[in-house]
């Protein structure tokens, strides 16, 4: 197949809408449902991230996609206690690596990963597609399903959830282009893996990267390289726990990230874990409560004749203070950067959200400023000395 019509473009309006190949044929196959445009450009960036997460630690990956950023990515290590709490996995049993990587992926920001596009890479089994079957969810492309597996996914959105089946062998041009206002862009596909080799060069005083923290970070670079940027992403035991996503200052992207970051942690927090929820309330009712209960707005779910209809009593408030002496025992995170820190206040915030280990590009005029900042920590910077911006 050269070419495949879709339901519309970005929007309802843009009709019509295809994806095609100029040579040879498309390398996906829709096993179910109609993709659209969005769903296939999540879809493409997404394997592409989880198969370079493959390669790059040999563990299967997935990652969660909204809008062409990952809201998650993570690979498939095993879920502590509380993770599979604060997942809404802890009645699923046993999981299976591939579905450990997805919980993951999908936990590490639960409030952006609504309605997500799922990429695997490796064949979906039946722990994953049950995982994803109880998730609100747009579609997913892995290599391969499990009959059983796939069944499942079939069933999923009355029959319309979105599966695709990628060739995994398939590989693009070296060479990519794109049309813009009727301009069309050519470039070198960013095709430059990402390996140790980019944590070579170590810049502050601090020069201790144990292999758990090469991991982190090597997940952190990944994923900023299938980010839109500017882009920063914290990273902790095996996957993200903050992605800050298209902001037009670095800074502003570290901030995001590092509070997506905190929101994670706290999520772990007795109070947070203990929240009396209605029996009947629903997952997405529940992230997002849970979401403004640990923040400043916390009115909103605790003013009387709200919480009444969230909980089966009135939870006790979590404090500013509180949250902060909880943020402040989270450890030995680490941080990617897409390109240069301009200035240390980065590190500083990056700091304030338990970051130990930060790889960026270097090149900036106050590189000194910066890992001076850094050693004022003990952080371990490591300059990678390339740029992953990505439009």
Known sequence: ????????????????????????????????????????????????????????????????FKHVSPAGAAVGLPLTD????????????????LANAYARARGADRMSSFGDFISLSDVCDVATAKLIKREVSDGVIAPGYEPEALEMLKAKKKGNYNVIQIDSNYVPHEMETKEVFGVTFEQRRNADSIGKDCLQKIVTKNK????????????????????????????????????GAGQQSRVHCTRLAGDKADKWWLRQSPKALSLPFKPDTPKPV????????????????????????????????????????????????????????????NVERAHRSGVRYIAQAGGSIRDDQVIETADKYGIVMCFMGRRLFHH
């Open 1 to 64: 197949m050269k070419e495949l019509e879709l339901k519309y473009g970005c929007n309802p309006n843009q009709k019509p809408s295809r994806i095609f190949m100029n040579e040879g044929e498309l390398p996906i196959t829709v096993l179910n449902g109609r993709p659209g445009y969005i769903n296939f450009l999540d879809a493409f960036n997404g394997w592409q991230l989880v198969s370079e997460l493959k390669r790059a630690t040999g563990l299967p990956a997935a990652t969660s």
């Open 82 to 97: 509380v993770e599979r709490k604060i997942y809404w996995v802890d009645d699923m049993g046993e999981l299976t690596p």
């Open 208 to 243: 201790e990267l144990p292999e758990g923290a090469q991991r982190d970070l090597l997940i952190a670079l990944i994923t900023l390289k299938y980010t839109q940027s500017n882009s920063v992403c914290y990273v902790k035991d095996g996957q993200t726990i903050g992605v």
């Open 286 to 345: 529940r992230d997002n409560t849970i979401d403004v209960y640990l923040s400043d707005d916390d009115d909103d779910v605790l003013t009387d004749g709200i919480w009444e209809t969230l909980f089966t009593e009135k939870p006790e408030r979590m404090t500013r203070e509180e949250r902060r002496a909880w943020i402040a025992q989270n450890k030995d995170v680490a941080l990617g950067s897409d390109a240069f820190f301009p200035f240390g206040d």
